[in-house]
């Protein structure tokens, strides 16, 4: 059984910043790309970004590239999100998602998703 838990989302002002968190924890034997993903009510799940196993690679939806920041820290089983500059239309609920093997394939694991709402 895999888990991942994120960090807590919140209410953040225009123009401020937020950090999220999620971590797996379970039987992992190797977890592969790591990204975050958002949704808003009536829309379909979107790609935020994405990091390769390496951290040699990353990937930004052009909304968010240059204000938000992956990273991932492998003995933790952990990635973060950095956002800043922070705009109203990032409100969504994230979702963090991992690639992990538990023996010779790697399946897509979410988590449960945190609520964030940037509005002054």
């Known amino acids: 059984q895999v888990h991942l838990v994120e960090s807590r989302g919140g209410l953040v002002q225009p123009g401020g910043s937020l950090k999220l968190s999620c971590t797996a924890s379970?039987?992992?034997?190797?977890?592969?790309?790591m990204g975050w993903y958002r949704q808003t009510p009536g829309h379909a799940r979107e790609l935020v970004a994405t990091?390769?196993?390496?951290?040699?690679?990353?990937n930004y939806a052009n909304a968010v590239n240059g204000r938000f920041t992956i990273s991932r820290d492998n003995a933790k089983n952990t990635v973060y999100l950095q956002m800043d500059s922070l705009k109203p239309e990032d409100t969504a609920v994230y979702y963090c998602?991992?690639?992990?093997?538990?023996?010779?394939?790697?399946?897509?694991?979410w988590g449960q998703g945190t609520q964030v709402t940037i509005s002054s």
């Open positions: 998602n991992m690639y992990i093997s538990q023996s010779a394939h790697y399946k897509p694991y």
């Open positions: 379970g039987s992992i034997v190797s977890i592969g790309t």
């Open positions: 990091i390769t196993l390496s951290s040699s690679t990353t």
